[in-house]
């Protein structure tokens, strides 16, 4: 059976977008812990849950924050005055419900064996991953934009990793009339970029041509940006770093050498939180067109 | 004969990014009213005037600011304790000498004729005007990132009119993945856009489909945004204004419905003063080659 | 009054497209003369004359070949056993008619004076020119890739003048990934190409670069590649000529160096009949659309 | 110990490009049995074998062709008036060797393991096949150019699939200005189509909207396009099919409802075997800077 009851607890303004996205689409929806819900705008066809008690109600898919939890022990909602413990409340649910949460870790996945109950994780899903990167790529831009006193259109632009980020931002750049080359490991990667119509260069090239940059955006999760690198590389260059902890550049030498790096995370939900929003809200429907539901 | 000696009266930002580009091609360049020029970087060997009774020298090419006047009778520089009259200055040159000028007016043009002087506009020549449209067009993306809460990547885009900021700020933004419908009045420029790949709608069109742009770039410089247009449009619209004085957009109107205007002039010098400098300094080079200097 | 009675008279696959796009449109449509009519598929709501007195019917707009004539003489219709003279059928004409023809030249528009007529050249619109350029643009890029053994894709190719074609041409060829370059006299256009992402040269910077390039295609109407320029070209370049007649080319020098230079003309009717009546009938309806009958 | 002795066996014009880029590299380089190996532009610094004993020398790397059988028994090589047998030659070459075969099958990797040989397919290699999806991509457009009466511009393009062909071919439609749309099963595979910025639909959406297109690219190896697909196309539509055998069209149907369909296969050698060549060449040194060569 497809869901057709949903609950989502604890949201952003992300997770607003992405309810209506699930409520316009005909499937019974109600909402706790929504921060000043009343500011926002939830569709009028959402049901908005005030008691707790009613969250024990039965629904076919209980959707979790992302990410699901911040201290690692309750969910994040801001807007309660209480907490609401994730073991307990997943202790309470019924087997029946698939539980969607953001960012899952080991904690929730012990718990939801414990319990015998469906976690899946709409965080990890590849079409978000992907979709993700367009706010990512454009936010990286809008930065590299006020960062600079020249244009983006014909400087010369390197993209450090051709991953989801990576490919996106260097067509973006491109698009713009940046001068675009990515560095990246692998021959096919290359080949890819080469079959794009930009320049790519191995990591070996990158460390003979890293001065010509004006700015350099880094995707790889591994520290290519080391003190070698910084060392060759302008002072006047602009580093954005899109990588997660611990990031891609060594950033106490670029400190000492005056390089200005923006270590820029998260930016999905910063520079675009509508278009977050829907693409939490798209993934999440994808989903619940996969699930069975156990009736 | 060719130009070979060349002197800067005031100046900001951009124009020391053209004093060094004349410098560097090899052209004896003095400067004189630069505003805090220690602070700045002019190449070394540019020669910096102190004394005012130094600019009246035999110079064979005089590059006043842009614009050259703001008070509308003397020169514009910001960082001297006293001020030039415009008239008093021109009078006192010789007439070897060619005046370019930002932004010449009756007056200026008026005062040359009466001491016959030759006055070049360096801000009317085509390939500036075409160069400047660069950093508009990045500009005009900068403010639209900067306003919304959803990405231009797949947002519905309007750009009205399709001359020179127009056209790359079309291509640009097709270049981040909007979805870019261009209205111009002529056939001959729809047919422009339709060639380019993207869509394009007359004004009777547009009056219909006002509705279903999130963003709109007005280009053109008359009032196309009445409060007809303004009627039609989504209350959440983005407009962002690039057309001079009087503008494009019946400003009442839209503040009276909420609706965000943006009145973004003078972009190249703000967002990007080095590539508008860069610009400069290209264009007075390109003139300076065309000019024959007497002696 | 708005023309609501049209007359073709002669036509190739081309004006076919164009009269079913004008009869679609609810405009009473006649045709004659139309070689072999049965075979192609006129629309059947278009009315075929088979009686050449017909054709002095009144009315709005009779619609002309594109040439209107090719002997200078006789209207350019190729099915019929007779000829019709140009002069003859025009003394016959009511002075409400309106005359569309295509290429227009001092003899039809002599006539047309005597008998105070009004003359239109469909051809001679600018938005027809511009439309044309995409498929000249399209059948010179399956030339090169019929012509060569490489891939347009990265191939250093290289764009003479930037008008019309050269303009679409340059942004295809860079749309599938091929290294353009485009050579402009003019610093307003070298600057527009800079500012659309591809290299810019002018013609003095041409001649020392010639020899870099895998393909040549010449859309300027001026002797540019004189055996000057085609001796320092490499032997194995392809050039392809978009130029009318007396062409861009000195095919001399080229075929004495064993250099292949394909001179190709009128290629919408050739590459894309049917997006070259599409381009007709468009303009026609234009036209149309501007003009008032008298009545 | 890096190979620098290389021994190329049979060829064609493709494998003649990668032969001097070997050459070119100072990697010692032989050949034998290129069919008219005079006619065509071997470098002069390649050694040309025409005893076969010779071939038994000891060489680091032996390259076979691509394929390197067509018979299933012997080595492809069209010039010679004997045959070699691939398990014959096999077996007589030292262990020492490295074999490069393009296309390699079960019955040369059982050659190979019994007499302890190592194999590597150069084919198989995923710079290769993407940087042959460049010539495919490109080979596929001159096809529809060819055989369409209108231009790609502004035609609705379908493309099945977005693996390395479909993401290369929808990509350089979309530069010359094509309508696309790409259909593919994931949910992923739509999202990268959304992000770069053009219409991707589902499988089953193609069921509905399959009328609409002009011409329908295949890139998929399944029967997507069977009975039920063709008979919602339109009659006039072009399908080109780049699937290999069985290929991704119901033939049959297809014939018997008019619909014209060109599967075409190995475009690279085809339409640009120059390009084939250099990526062939390519492959052949990355592979040779990676493999360690015994002594």
Redesign the interface.
């Known amino acids: 059976m497809k869901a057709n009851k949903v609950l989502f607890i604890g949201g952003d303004?992300r997770q607003i977008r992405a309810v209506n996205r699930i409520a316009e689409c005909g499937i019974e929806t109600a909402v706790f812990g929504f921060e000043d819900t009343e500011g926002k705008k939830l569709s009028e066809c959402v049901n908005i849950l005030y008691d707790i008690r009613d969250i024990y109600d039965s629904y076919d898919v209980i959707i979790l924050p992302l990410p699901y939890t911040i201290d690692g022990e309750t969910i994040n909602i801001s807007g309660l005055k209480y907490k609401i413990n994730v073991k307990d409340f997943l202790s309470k649910l019924s087997q029946k419900s698939i539980i969607f949460a953001g960012k899952s870790d080991k904690m929730i996945m012990k718990i939801a064996e414990d319990y015998e109950l469906k976690i899946i994780d709409y965080f990890d899903?590849?079409?978000l991953q992907?979709?993700n990167?367009?706010?990512t790529a454009?936010?990286a831009?809008?930065i590299a934009?006020?960062e600079?006193?020249?244009?983006?259109?014909?400087s010369k632009c390197l993209v450090i990793g051709n991953g989801r980020i990576g490919a996106?931002l260097s067509?973006?750049l491109?698009?713009?009339?940046a001068d675009v080359t990515v560095a990246a490991r692998k021959?096919?990667d290359?080949?890819?970029v080469?079959?794009?119509?930009m320049k790519s260069i191995s990591m070996v090239e990158l460390y003979e041509k890293i001065s010509e940059f004006d700015i350099i955006f880094n995707t790889a999760p591994n520290l290519i940006l080391d003190s070698d690198m910084l060392m060759k590389s302008r002072r006047s260059v602009l580093i954005i770093d899109l990588a997660s902890k611990p990031g891609g550049v060594d950033f106490e030498t670029a400190r000492k050498m005056g390089i200005k790096v923006i270590w820029a995370l998260s930016l999905p939900g910063k520079?675009?939180?509508?278009?977050a929003g829907?693409i939490i809200g798209k993934t999440i429907l994808?989903i619940i067109e996969e699930v069975e539901v156990k009736k």
Chains 1, 2, 3, 4 share one sequence.
């Open positions: 303004m899903r590849e079409e992907i979709l990167a367009i706010p454009e936010g831009i809008q934009m006020e600079t006193s020249f244009t983006i259109h014909s996106i067509k973006m491109n698009g713009i009339g021959q096919k290359r080949a890819k080469f079959s794009l119509g520079v675009a939180p509508d278009t829907d994808n």
